[in-house]
């Protein structure tokens, strides 16, 4: 689990092996290009890319499958 404060972002990355499933828990946020509330859950297959930003304070949790190590591609 994740928490984070309106304005906080992450540079537009991509995962080559691993499946990114995202539930944003409270708040809304900016991914893939769309904005996301509490309860949605946003499924990002490999070489899928996105960015990330708070748009208000959320907690988001993150699962990556499988959990492979070094993994993040910056673009």
């Given amino acids: 689990m994740r928490t984070y404060k309106a304005g906080e972002s992450e540079a537009l990355h991509m995962h080559k092996v691993a499946t990114e499933v995202t539930m944003v828990l409270s708040g809304t946020v900016r991914m893939a290009g769309r904005e996301w509330n509490a309860g949605d859950i946003i499924v990002l297959e490999p070489g899928e890319a996105t960015d990330f930003e708070a748009v208000t304070d959320a907690v988001n949790v993150v699962v990556k499958v499988p ?6 591609y910056l673009l």
Wanted: glycine share 16%.
């Fill in 67 to 72: 959990g492979a190590l070094n993994d993040k």
